[in-house]
C-alpha cells in the first residue's frame, strides 16, 4: 500500500496552479498566509524553487537542518553578490525592487574569507563599545518624543507612529548623525525596504552616508561611525560607506519589524493581552513564529553541485527561509523542551547577526516604556483585519491600529513626528520652520525646547 502524503493544494491566488511554476514569495496573498506557502514549498523537500519579484527565481531552502548546513558552509556557498549568475547574464531586471537589497557592496554582508573576517571584526568590535545604559537612556528618550507625538489623541498607528520610526531615530544617534544627513538617512531607508521609488531613495541614503563618512573624517565623535574609521581594519572611504548603509538599513528594518510584531503578540496574544505575560518571552515567540526577516540570507553555490538531494548550479541566488525553517515540524519537540532561542531569525554561522543583543536591548525598552506611558493601550480593530505588508523578505504589518486613555504629552516643544515628509533635500541647521523640515531635524528641535 503506497501510504505517501498527497501533495498539499498550492494556496489560493498561487499561480503554481498552473504545472511547473515558481511558488511567488510577493504579492498579498503570500503576506496574508506565508505558512499556507511554506507547507506547499516543504512537500518539495528541504528546497523549492521560488520567484521574489518578477523576473527574479531563486531557491529557497525551508528545512532547519538544510539551512544550517548552508549557513555554516562558507566553502561551498559565497556571499559574494557578484557571482550571481542571472544578474551577471542580464536576466534581472536592473529596476526590480529586490535589486537594492541583493545587488554586491563592500560589506561584511557580501565578502566572504579574510575579507569578511576584516570587515566583520570592525563591526563587531565597534558595536561594542556602544554603552547599554547609553543606548537605554536614548531609546527611553526617542520613546519619549515619539508617543508625545499622539498620546494626547488617544489613538495611534503603533507601526507608521512608532515602531516605523524609533530604530531609524535610535541608528541615527547611535551613528552620530546631524540634522540634514538623519533626515535623509530616514528618507531612503524608508523608500528602499518600502519599495517606493526604491532606486531613488537608495541613491538618497549613500549619498547622505557619503556626507557622514567625509563629515567625520574631520569631526570624529563618539558614535559608531567615527569608531569604525578608527579601526585598525583601516576602512577605505567606500568600505564605511557601505558598511554603515549595511548597518542603517539592515539594522533598522528587521528591528522595526521585530518592535512592530511583538506589539501585535502582546495586543492580540491572551497570554499577553492580559498582562501575565512578559515582555521578553513575547519578543521570542515572535522571533520564532514570526521573524522579522522571513526570507533571506543570499548565498550562491561556488561550484556546481548536490545539495539536499537536488542540482544546483554555481552562481545559483539560494535563500533561507527563517520562518519556514523555524516553524519546521522536527522543531516543534525541541521548542517544547525549553531550546527557546535554537530558532533562525538571528540567522547563524559566520554571517550571523553581529547586533543581536542590542536589538533585544532596544526592543524590550521601548515596548517598557510605551505600555508604561500608555497601560491600557490595546487594539482598535478586529485582528482578522490587520494587513501584513506584501515582499518576499519582510515579514511586517502594514498599519497597528490601537487606542487609550488619553495622556497629556510631555510638553517638549511642539514638533509632529511625521508632520512633513522626510524630503531628500531637507537642511541641517535653522533654516525654515518645523514643518518644513525632516523627522530627524524635528526630534533634534525637540530635544532643545
Not at 305 to 325: D, N, P, T, W, Y
Not at 366 to 385: G, K, Q, T, Y
Request: proline content about 8%; hydrophobic content about 40%.
Amino acid at each position: 500500500m503506497d501510504t505517501q502524503t498527497p501533495a498539499p493544494a498550492p494556496p489560493p491566488g498561487c499561480p503554481a496552479h498552473a504545472s511547473g511554476a515558481r511558488v511567488p514569495l510577493h504579492g498579498p496573498e503570500f503576506a496574508a498566509d506565508p505558512q499556507a506557502f511554506y507547507a506547499y514549498l516543504r512537500h518539495n523537500g528541504p528546497t523549492a524553487p521560488v520567484e521574489l519579484a518578477p523576473g527574479v527565481e531563486a531557491t529557497l531552502v525551508t528545512d532547519y537542518a538544510t539551512a544550517l548546513q548552508l549557513l555554516q558552509d562558507s566553502a561551498s556557498f559565497r556571499k559574494d553578490a557578484r557571482l550571481w549568475r542571472d544578474f551577471n547574464e542580464g536576466r534581472i531586471p536592473r529596476d526590480s525592487p529586490v535589486v537594492p537589497l541583493l545587488a554586491y557592496r563592500q560589506n561584511c554582508m557580501f565578502s566572504d574569507g579574510g575579507e569578511h573576517l576584516r570587515l566583520r571584526q570592525a563591526i563587531t568590535d565597534s558595536m561594542a563599545r556602544v554603552d547599554s545604559h547609553r543606548l537605554a537612556r536614548n531609546t527611553e528618550r526617542i520613546s519619549d518624543y515619539l508617543i508625545s507625538q499622539f498620546s494626547s489623541r488617544g489613538s495611534a498607528d503603533l507601526l507608521g507612529d512608532y515602531a516605523k520610526q524609533l530604530p531609524l531615530f535610535v541608528f541615527n544617534e547611535l551613528f552620530g548623525c546631524p540634522a540634514g544627513i538623519g533626515d535623509r538617512v530616514l528618507f531612503g531607508i524608508s523608500g528602499m525596504f518600502d519599495g517606493v521609488n526604491a532606486e531613488k531613495a537608495t541613491a538618497v541614503l549613500f549619498g547622505a552616508v557619503q556626507e557622514l563618512v567625509t563629515l567625520k573624517r574631520s569631526r570624529p565623535g563618539e558614535d559608531v561611525t567615527s569608531w569604525l574609521m578608527q579601526h585598525h581594519a583601516n576602512l577605505t572611504d567606500q568600505e564605511m560607506v557601505d558598511q554603515l548603509a549595511l548597518l542603517l538599513g539592515a539594522g533598522a528594518e528587521p528591528l522595526r519589524n521585530l518592535l512592530g510584531n511583538t506589539l501585535h503578540r502582546l495586543l492580540t496574544d491572551d497570554r499577553y493581552a492580559d498582562g501575565g505575560g512578559l515582555i521578553g518571552e513575547a519578543l521570542d515567540d515572535t522571533l520564532w513564529d514570526n521573524p522579522p526577516m522571513s526570507n533571506y540570507a543570499p548565498h550562491y553555490p561556488a561550484v556546481d553541485m548536490e545539495f539536499a538531494g537536488e542540482k544546483v548550479q554555481a552562481g545559483e541566488l539560494m535563500l533561507v527561509s527563517f520562518a519556514a525553517a523555524n516553524s519546521s515540524p522536527a522543531l516543534a519537540a525541541a521548542r517544547t523542551a525549553g531550546s527557546n532561542r535554537s530558532h533562525l531569525a538571528w540567522s547563524a554561522g559566520p554571517h550571523g547577526c553581529p547586533s543581536k543583543e542590542p536589538a533585544r536591548h532596544i526592543t524590550v525598552t521601548a515596548i517598557e516604556h510605551l505600555l508604561n506611558r500608555l497601560p491600557d493601550v490595546e487594539l482598535a480593530v478586529p485582528e482578522d483585519s490587520l494587513i501584513w505588508r506584501p515582499g518576499p523578505f519582510n515579514r511586517a504589518l502594514a498599519t497597528l491600529p490601537s487606542k487609550f486613555t488619553p495622556v497629556p504629552s510631555s510638553g517638549r516643544g511642539d514638533a509632529r513626528a511625521g508632520s512633513a515628509a522626510t524630503a531628500p533635500g531637507a537642511h541641517s541647521g535653522g533654516e525654515g520652520k518645523d514643518a518644513r523640515k525632516g523627522r530627524w531635524s524635528q526630534f533634534l528641535s525637540w530635544l532643545t525646547t
